[in-house]
């Protein structure tokens, strides 16, 4: 039982971030001429996590969530590094390089940190998520 309230206290706890995203969402200003504007993509991440939330408590409350602490090991600490480092070099080089150069750079670093050693690929891959992303915010959006 007492394994069954910690996971319920997880999912409450995420059901509580959940409500305090949506209450947020709905303070931010948005321009009268803006068919999507600011508070878009904040709702979706709140209600993303609502029905997060409330998916982890019904399965804690039934007992179908089991986390088990005893299977899981000690962190992987290179792939923090790459991943670190990967962040790290992005806040850097954003500025002087762009987002396309930055954002590419820390594709293939989070891509090494999770265990592929395939860089070219990687950097290509990343090159065009960014490129995506670059020109989907951008141009279309504005």
């Not at 792939?79 to 850097?92: D, F, P, S, T």
């Not at 592929?116 to 670059?134: K, P």
Request: glycine content about 12%.
């Amino acid at each position: 039982m007492e394994r069954r309230q910690g996971e319920a206290v997880v999912a409450v706890a995420i059901l509580a971030l959940a409500a305090i995203v949506i209450w947020q969402a709905g303070t931010i200003p948005s321009p009268l001429y803006a068919q999507l504007g600011p508070r878009v993509a904040p709702y979706i991440v709140g209600t993303g996590l609502a029905v997060l939330g409330a998916g982890l408590l019904l399965a804690a409350l039934s007992g179908r969530w089991r986390a088990d602490p005893e299977e899981e090991g000690a962190p992987d600490l290179p792939a923090l590094g790459w991943i670190g480092a990967g962040l790290a070099m992005n806040v850097a080089l954003i500025q002087p390089l762009g987002f396309v150069v930055a954002s590419t750079l820390l594709f293939a670093f989070v891509a090494r940190g999770f265990g592929s050693t395939r860089w070219a690929r990687n950097a290509a891959i990343g090159l065009a998520v960014s490129l995506l992303a670059y020109l989907g915010f951008d141009r279309l959006l504005g």
